[in-house]
């Protein structure tokens, strides 16, 4: 099998278009905002916005769709989705291997704010790293549209090891499909990715494949971490 297309992308924080009532929302404040808390959040976010280790990238691969056994084959490599996944899959042709990563400093500046006793600042700084990781996949996913698009191809959204049936330890299968080190992200024994704020996954790329943009629907997994998950 050959790769068609890879790409790594680089982010700056205004790119993101991020609303910091987003922020706010994860806190679970719906109204009567204290002005502090805003205060906050506006601090916080001026001082990560010049971090320049937002990054994404993709992979664009061959696929075979093994559908007795509700599996994807990549390069030989085999990826066990579960049934619920698999049918997102159904039609693809190829398949996009994704990462993006809010980079380490969000990460450290969470932490070290912690240990100085600010819990709160800390907190918020976690949410926002959250908020950042998940708008650069979602930048990237809209690359890898993109460039499908221009061949006439579509694509689904992004799922990913640990999603529904799909066990997260296939997440050692699907880095081994991308270059080391690709966008600074490696993974532990326990496939953690490092930095933490960071996730992967795999989109279908078909002329025929279908996007689901609320797949929670379609799962029965009610105890599932990420049902309901919001995609902003």
Not at 2 to 27: A, Q, S, W
Not at 77 to 100: C, D, M
Not at 151 to 172: A, F, L, M, S
Request: proline share 3%; aromatic share 8%; with cysteine.
């Amino acid at each position: 099998m050959v790769t068609t297309d890879i790409d790594k992308l680089n982010f700056c924080y205004k790119d993101l278009n991020i609303n910091p009532e987003i922020i706010v929302n994860l806190m679970g404040y719906t109204n009567d905002i204290p002005p502090e808390m805003n205060q906050i959040i506006e601090n916080e976010i001026e001082a990560i916005s010049t971090t320049d280790e937002l990054r994404g990238g993709y992979v664009i691969k061959d696929v075979k769709l093994l559908n007795a056994n509700a599996q994807l084959e990549v390069d030989n490599v085999r990826f066990n989705v579960g049934n619920p996944t698999w049918k997102f899959y159904e039609h693809s042709e190829q398949v996009a291997l994704i990462v993006s990563t809010a980079g380490e400093f969000i990460s450290e500046r969470s932490s070290q704010l912690m240990k100085e006793g600010l819990l709160l600042e800390g907190y918020i700084v976690d949410i926002i790293g959250s908020v950042i990781c998940e708008k650069v996949a979602i930048k990237t996913w809209e690359r890898v549209k993109a460039v499908c698009s221009s061949k006439n191809k579509n694509v689904t959204n992004r799922y990913y090891p640990g999603y529904c049936e799909w066990d997260v330890i296939e997440q050692h299968s699907l880095f081994s499909l991308l270059p080391e080190n690709f966008c600074d992200i490696h993974l532990t024994d326990s496939a953690l990715m490092l930095p933490t704020k960071s996730v992967s996954g795999i989109i279908g790329i078909g002329r025929n494949v279908v996007y689901r943009e609320n797949a929670c629907k379609h799962c029965k997994k009610v105890d599932c971490i990420y049902r309901h998950k919001k995609h902003y």
